[in-house]
């Protein structure tokens, strides 16, 4: 048993603990969340490695096709690809979850998959990709970037 006096201590240190846990907990996408982001996330970076750029385009959530033109798009993914070369090897990614996504006021479910590439004339880079849940509860890809 604590002796009377560091109970508070006690009661103090729990309390510490709860607001430090908690929050790095709540931002972890549930397991079927997470899945179903995952998936989209998975074939959207197969088409991207396959040169399907206009495909990953017409996938894509309706606010990622508001901001980007397929043209604009296909060629930003072309330029890119043509300075980092093929995938090589894709880490599984980190994901967070969050109810606002980080470029925007727009309320809603977001998760955030961040990956470790290689790429054959570059290693080491970060692949994050936005992925959010539409109004027909289908997870698409809002954001793809590359540094």
Do not use: C
Request: aromatic share 10%.
């Amino acid at each position: 048993m604590i002796p009377k006096q560091f109970r508070i201590h006690a009661v103090l240190a729990l309390a510490v603990l709860v607001m430090i846990i908690f929050p790095l907990l709540s931002n972890k996408p549930e397991g079927y969340k997470a899945e179903e982001a995952t998936a989209a996330a998975s074939e959207f970076l197969a088409l991207i490695d396959a040169g399907r750029f206009d495909q990953s385009w017409q996938v894509s959530a309706q606010v990622l096709k508001e901001k980007i033109t397929q043209a604009d798009w296909n060629k930003h993914l072309a330029t890119s690809r043509q300075r980092t070369g093929a995938i090589v090897a894709r880490q599984e990614p980190d994901l967070s979850y969050a109810s606002m996504a980080a470029d925007s006021t727009a309320k809603g479910e977001y998760i955030v998959l961040l990956y470790s590439s290689d790429f054959e004339q570059v290693k080491d880079l970060s692949e994050t990709i936005t992925v959010m849940l539409e109004e027909d509860k289908v997870w698409r890809v809002a954001g793809y970037f590359i540094q």
